[in-house]
């Protein structure tokens, strides 16, 4: 037996990219054997129908699959989901920020009060007892902090879905608090302020009473290694901030661009029809084209047209009368078939 | 077998269940679908054998095991299935179905 011509590598990956695990290489197995026995083709037109069938069985995997996995009503909400879980990054981004920003502010109100802490230092007060002061100071900015923004979320979100709906087609998210957000905001709160709060506290308390008196009237050149962290958090939060600055105008760009775009029919409705053969999926074909050709909008509602597809290919007419039916029908359809 | 009705087998899962009793210890894709083409002259995809193949291992009406990986085949197994006690409980259940149905109707239908 001559030299049996080996799988194409392009077939290889479609087949273990979209076969469940189990079934990977039983598959493969099974069409290396089919190729091997196409005697007297040649290399190319073997590995061809390789390629080809390697194609077709993916597909059925693939679109088995998003039948039995995916809810008919999950798929729409597909596309949200993904754009929620990036605004969630942009939240934790610019939580980041603020963070930052308020551990420099308060490091900043640190060094202000540098000599009021040495002086209370100097006069006997234990570094535990400051710190738990300086604690307690970050804490309650937290909580109110925290509290202020939750109710100012509110207001706000509001406002944002609002600017969002359009008219007639209104939108509507569930905006009470619930425990799980608050807890969440809760423990943020503490947890920034033991992060930030400490530093500052622990910075305060560890220079020598002696020498905060001494330097102080001779300004703050003396003092440059001390504001490395402080300049730390302002590159961090001024090189976070550019990062989000350019992302929202590019976003804002593309948004701008898709809503100016002219994509050439109705977008809201779409019809995507899988057909199992390729004369239907023709037929089909033509049918849209003679029904837009006599004016009417290639139109139909979507079940009974799939149903028509699916089925019954012997009655063309009825089909059309089914695509006239409904006006508000999709104007978009797409023909797929696997075969 | 009260279970198996409100999961009745489809046409082509029948025809999967039927290949894999005919070819005993020879059941595996490539010779089921070579057999359901053969018997019935329908052409027959290979991807609708293994996702039917899938589905039926899966509601339990057959089992795999993985066997002679041989040079032809790029050194890969074979997946070779057999029909379960589930799944012949299922085919009778489909056959005696059938057979209610049709019971009496031959000269019906010879007529058309």
């Known amino acids: 037996m001559k030299k049996t011509p080996s799988p194409p590598n392009i077939a290889l990956f479609l087949l273990r990219l979209t076969l469940p695990d189990d079934v990977k290489e039983s598959v493969i197995g099974d069409l290396e054997e089919e190729m091997a026995a196409l005697s007297g083709w040649n290399s190319l037109r073997a590995r061809l129908w390789f390629l080809r069938h390697a194609i077709v069985i993916s597909g059925y995997y693939f679109v088995d699959r998003r039948l039995r996995r995916t809810p008919r009503r999950y798929i729409t909400s597909l596309g949200y989901e993904y754009s929620l879980w990036f605004l969630l990054g942009i939240a934790g981004l610019a939580l980041l920020i603020a963070c930052a920003n308020l551990a420099n502010l308060m490091l900043a109100q640190a060094s202000v009060r540098e000599r009021e802490i040495a002086v209370r230092l100097a006069l006997g007060a234990s570094r535990g007892r400051l710190i738990r002061q300086l604690l307690a100071e970050s804490l309650m900015l937290a909580v109110i902090g925290t509290v202020v923004g939750a109710f100012v979320a509110q207001g706000l979100s509001r406002f944002l879905v609002s600017f969002i709906r359009q008219q007639g087609r209104s939108l509507f998210l569930d905006l009470s608090p619930d425990w799980r957000l608050l807890a969440f905001l809760a423990g943020l709160a503490v947890f920034t302020c033991i992060l930030f709060g400490l530093t500052p506290a622990f910075r305060a308390t560890r220079t020598t009473p002696g020498a905060v008196l001494k330097a102080g009237g001779r300004g703050l050149t003396a003092s440059r290694e001390r504001f490395g962290l402080r300049r730390m958090l302002v590159v961090s939060q001024v090189s976070l901030s550019l990062i989000l600055l350019v992302g929202a105008l590019l976003f804002a760009r593309s948004l701008q661009k898709i809503m100016s775009i002219d994509p050439g029919f109705k977008q809201d409705g779409g019809l995507i029809v899988i057909c199992l053969k390729a004369l239907a999926c023709v037929m089909f074909a033509c049918l849209i084209v003679a029904a837009g050709s006599c004016g009417q909008p290639p139109a139909g509602a979507v079940e009974p047209a799939l149903d028509a597809t699916l089925k019954d290919f012997k009655n063309p007419e009825e089909l059309r009368a089914l695509f006239n039916k409904d006006k508000d029908a999709p104007r978009l359809i797409l023909l797929l078939s696997p075969t | ?112």
Do not use: C, H
Not at chain 2, 48 to 68: C, F, M, P, W
Not at chain 2, 72 to 80: D, L
């Open chain 2, 1 to 112: 077998m009260r279970r198996i009705e409100k999961d009745s087998l489809g046409e082509f899962e029948q025809m999967v269940l039927l290949a894999a009793l005919r070819l005993g210890d020879e059941a595996y894709a490539v010779t089921m679908r070579r057999e359901i083409e053969r018997r019935t002259g329908r052409s027959v995809s290979r991807g609708a054998v293994y996702i039917t193949l899938d589905r039926l291992e899966k509601k339990g009406y057959l089992t795999s095991y993985l066997a002679d990986s041989t040079a032809e085949r790029g050194g890969r197994a074979k997946r070779y299935y057999q029909v379960r006690p589930v799944g012949e409980a299922a085919l009778k259940d489909s056959w005696s179905a059938m057979r209610k149905m049709w019971e009496g109707l031959e000269p019906v239908i010879r007529k058309i």
